[in-house]
């Protein structure tokens, strides 16, 4: 029997302080819960192998995909398919948190980068 994941991803994601950390990878797909600071934003990106989808649970932003804008407010979920720029920014005075779900899995299993920098600097190791 394959093993399977189960959490509250709620308390997950409101408890998370780290800018990105994965919770767990399987052959098809991947969850991840992230924090951003008030102003801060995921960057600018587009995944040409994986589908992403986001849920904010806690916090207020707004998304940007193929150049539209929209609220990303408490308890809404927005599905990025692959090959869509994107970007996700917090707009206000307090954390955004939310979980993500990329398919198929997009970070190395266990992943935590506790802020953007860390984020980055990966982001460029893995391109280079």
């Known amino acids: 029997m394959k093993s399977f994941f189960s959490t509250n991803i709620k308390k997950e994601a409101l408890k998370n302080n780290f800018f990105r950390k994965v919770l767990a990878t399987k052959a098809n797909a991947q969850v991840v819960v992230m924090s951003l600071k008030s102003k801060e934003d995921i960057g600018m990106e587009i995944h040409k192998k994986y589908d992403q ?55 190395k299993p266990g992943t935590i980068h506790k802020t953007k920098k860390d984020a980055e600097k990966a982001e460029k190791l893995k391109h280079d």
């Open 53 to 107: 989808i986001l849920v904010n649970t806690g916090g207020k932003g707004i998304y940007i995909i193929n150049g539209k804008k929209g609220k990303f407010e408490e308890n809404f979920l927005v599905y990025v398919p692959k090959g869509s720029w994107h970007n996700f920014i917090n707009t206000g005075k307090t954390k955004l948190k939310l979980f993500t779900i990329y398919s198929p899995p997009n970070h």
